[in-house]
């Protein structure tokens, strides 16, 4: 999403934001994530501002407000590790004709895994687009592990990616599957990201059925399979024969909350923008405070600050202050147990 900014004669409106985003478990919602350029803004000098008329000035906040909730991706090592080591094991499967390796991002809430995860499915999609301009392919499948899942359960959220024709009770499992693989083989699908995996659970028989399919799909699609789900380790993930093969089989990336470094002080300072009156980087001396209210959670820190821009627009303050950070709420379990977060670095393998 690109933000304009309207001229003084009010000939161009910025964006209002009103689109809504497609899901990112669609095809076409997918490709948009994939093909969208990342937001930007650029403040009108202060003369122009004060001089717009307020219609112009509610659309001219009405955009800055939809770049601030857009969640802008930051490079951090986690995000940058997570698609080293994916490109790595695509690289390795190109011509793998046995048991080809996996890669599994595992970690608290509010880490940054999904965002990591599509990542490195847009950066890989994008570089089969260059090599390959034009092209039909599908080189990318984005699915969610189907809660309390089963077989066709899971094969029906690959036909929903895809947007297959509608199915009906008369196909069985194993009609969607080879619909499915049939697809995903001609589209030349060769990354194929599952998340929210902790649901599959190999200690219950639904979760053995349920990765008995999954294994299916990984050993009839040419395709390198990354999962992500939450601190997957006592998930009961690795449970059993079946646990301990994709262990043996999937390299393992853990993320965790941001210890009050150079990095964490560095983060704070790229998310901080938009407002007239604020003075850049002064958010980096609340270091310590915003790493204590948010326990070190990248995700709880890009919502703190982007909430904070928002209300310093509302309030036509247009400054971020610490009063400011203090009004803001945000999620249940880094206010009640911020302060007692480990704050070691985060894992990366």
Known sequence: MVVNAPDQDGEEMPESGEDRTDPSTRLEGWRRFVEEDPAAFDLLPEQQWQALSPPLRDAYDEA???YHSELQVV??????DIAHQGRLLTL???????ARRGLIVSGEWTTGKTTALKQLGRLHELRVRQRYPGSQRIPVVYITAPPKGS???LAMEFARFLGLPVIGPRHNTIDV???VCQVLIEARTDLVLVDEIHLLNHATTAGEDLSD???YFTEHLPATFVYAGINVEQSGLFTGIRGKQLAGRCVLVRTGPFPLNAEWRSLIASMENTLHRHEPNTLVPMAKHLHQRTGGMIGSLSHLIRA???SAILDQSERITRATIKSIRIDHSSETSGHGRSSSLPHTG
């Open 75 to 80: 490079r951090t090592s986690t995000v940058k």
């Open 151 to 153: 077989p066709r359960k």
């Open 213 to 215: 399919h999954l294994k």
């Open 177 to 179: 599957t080879s619909a």
């Open 308 to 310: 904070a821009a928002i």
């Open 92 to 98: 390795l499967n190109q011509r793998e004709h046995g």
């Open 64 to 66: 800055r407000i939809a």
